[in-house]
């Protein structure tokens, strides 16, 4: 039986893109950007650290990011980020 994967939101903050993340995304540096922190929980155990950026104003699965985010997958899909 496998493990139940969860994620904990540790903080949503609008942030200025740094050059690493503007040219990431494709956007000028300073552009302002939501920045999700989240620890993946596997059985309620803590396995990684997220920190993602993405761009303000985006849509994904009808939740406005500035709102409530919804999986970082979706947001991937929807978004067209690759897959590493």
């Given at each position: 039986?496998?493990?139940?994967?969860t994620?904990?939101l540790?903080d949503?903050?609008?942030v200025?893109?740094d050059?690493?993340v503007a040219?990431?995304?494709?956007?000028?540096r300073?552009?302002?950007?939501v920045?999700?922190r989240?620890?993946?929980?596997a059985?309620?155990?803590?396995?990684?650290?997220?920190?993602?950026?993405?761009?303000?104003?985006k849509?994904?699965?009808?939740?406005?990011?500035e709102?409530?985010?919804a999986?970082?997958?979706?947001?991937?899909r929807?978004?067209?980020f690759?897959?590493?």
């Amino acid at each position: 039986m496998g493990r139940n994967p969860t994620a904990r939101l540790l903080d949503k903050l609008i942030v200025a893109a740094d050059e690493a993340v503007a040219d990431h995304l494709a956007l000028v540096r300073g552009t302002l950007v939501v920045r999700l922190r989240r620890v993946r929980l596997a059985d309620g155990v803590a396995m990684s650290f997220d920190e993602t950026y993405l761009p303000r104003g985006k849509k994904v699965g009808g939740n406005d990011l500035e709102a409530e985010p919804a999986s970082i997958q979706t947001m991937r899909r929807v978004i067209a980020f690759p897959r590493y």
